[in-house]
């Protein structure tokens, strides 16, 4: 592939000195092509202050493809499934599709490179990452980076991160990416072309963002991706995670685009409260929940893409609903939606996304699905809290049922030990053998009838 610097290319493109950090391009890296401004009933795009990139507002995040049994009883990706709905997805106009090398047990890559390669190269972006949590050796980070090549059939990237910074603050970015000259190595590759935009998604605190953040001036990140939804607007823990108001102000105030992820929390903003659901169909019946979920994201104007990991037709297509003659909510709606994130704050749920890092566990529990089933319970109201409430005899019977149904008996919370394996991996920060333990506690009971 053709070289061509930083400034070259702008000349180029002819878009001058634009925002903070506008990233080189290859001579055959050509902007998607399904990207002129769309009328009423199309899809929103956005466009990347950078580099001039029209990106679809709608994003396909590659990590919860649908999985399915081999014939030796493995995990695998349904192939199948990952060209029916990439077709579809490229076909209503999405064309930003996110992966990594850590997505499902590593498959992702290869199974969206697979499903992608069918269309031609400018009609889709390309966002992948160095996930290197476990080995921070050069060697090993590169060869991280060269294979992503491989797995996505490609020869350069559209938006490169640097995944999932801000744990431990600049001592542990340091290490992962400074000590072994990996920020050198992908510098080089953003000014040769093979990166067109270089960011890094972030999970952790206010002071770990601040660190973060005050790396823009020696390195010009060219977008960030960040977790933002109404309930991490104003909820989030304020230790672990920091309020996405407080990120967004930043990175409007320094003209980063940003990509969001986790816009239905793991899925918990597509199935709320019976009580918020109420208000939310009074106000638009034929609407659903999770469409006030990304219709707050997308009113910001700053977002370039919001990231929805969709497994099945369904999922694509509802939200194709939401993004093709996309609305932004008013003010008077965005303070709706932050007074139901208010009532939903106090429900005792598990902060839990259903990222699947934690996973496998050693001993073989479903962690992710223990906690869905638990926080489905809270949300619908149909947890057994003590035997002076009324049916508590049927919630009591329901809930065990429905959990041995979910969750097979080898897989369940009694088997956690607390060997903490699980704890380094989970970008919320969770406690997650103390919730498994509060979980087991509440089962077992529920079993002994002591509630």
């Known amino acids: ?86 077709d579809r997805a490229i076909e209503a106009g999405v064309n930003y599709f996110d992966t990594s090398p850590a997505y499902l047990q590593g498959q992702s890559e290869k199974a969206t490179g ?15 990452k160095l996930s290197n949590f476990r080995v921070f050796t050069k060697e090993a980070s590169e060869k991280m980076y060269h ?38 190595f992908v510098l080089k590759e953003r000014e040769a072309g093979r990166i067109r935009q270089l960011g890094f998604s972030f999970h952790g605190s206010q002071p770990e963002f601040d660190q973060m953040i005050a790396l823009q001036d020696k390195y010009h990140f060219d977008f960030v991706q960040i977790e933002m939804n109404y309930m991490d607007w ?36 597509a199935s709320v409260p019976e009580n918020v659901t109420r208000q939310f169909k009074e106000r638009e019946p034929d609407k659903t929940v999770a469409s006030w979920a990304f219709r707050f994201v997308g009113s910001y104007p700053r977002i370039l893409t919001i990231l929805s990991g969709m497994t099945y037709r369904e999922h694509l297509e509802d939200n194709l609903k939401t993004f093709m003659g996309f609305k932004p909510l008013t003010p008077e709606e965005i ?24 996973m496998p566990c050693p001993f073989g529990i479903d962690i992710p699905e223990i906690f869905a089933h638990y926080n489905k319970h809270v949300n619908a109201g149909t947890v057994a809290q003590n035997k002076e409430q009324a049916n508590y005899n049927k919630l009591r019977k329901e809930y065990l049922l429905s959990y041995d149904k979910a969750i097979p008996t080898l897989r369940q919370a009694d088997y956690c030990i607390g ?20 979980i087991d506690r509440y089962i077992e009971a529920l079993k002994q009838n002591k509630l």
Not at 114 to 128: E, V
Not at 338 to 354: E, L, R, S, W
Not at 419 to 438: A, F, K, N, V
């Open 1 to 86: 592939m053709k070289d061509i610097n930083r400034r070259d290319f702008l000349k180029m493109a002819g878009t001058g000195a634009v925002a903070m950090g506008a990233a080189a391009c290859g001579a055959n890296n050509t902007k998607a092509s399904n990207a002129e401004p769309q009328g009423e009933g199309k899809m929103e795009y956005r466009t990347n202050t950078g580099n001039g990139d029209k990106v679809s507002l709608l994003g396909y995040g590659c990590m919860r493809w649908q999985m399915i049994k081999d014939q030796d009883g493995k995990d695998i990706i349904n192939q199948d499934s990952v060209n029916e709905l990439v």
């Open 114 to 128: 697979i499903a992608l390669a069918r269309h031609p190269r400018n009609s889709y972006y390309i966002a992948t």
């Open 147 to 184: 294979d992503s090549f491989e797995q996505m059939q490609t020869d350069y990237f559209d938006y490169y991160l640097m995944h999932s910074i801000g744990r431990g603050g600049y001592e542990a970015f340091k290490k992962r990416y400074e000590d072994n000259g990996m920020m050198d």
């Open 234 to 269: 104003q909820h989030a823990d304020g230790v672990r995670n920091v309020n996405a108001d407080y990120l967004y102000d930043c990175l409007d105030k320094r003209e980063i685009p940003i990509v969001v992820m986790e816009p239905l929390l793991g899925g918990r903003l």
């Open 335 to 358: 303070e709706f939606v932050k007074d139901m994130a208010g009532i939903m704050a106090t429900y005792p749920t598990v902060n839990c996304t259903h990222c699947n890092y934690c």
């Open 419 to 438: 060997c903490g394996s699980c704890l380094s991996h989970c970008p919320q920060s969770i406690d997650i053998p103390r919730e498994l333990h509060r």
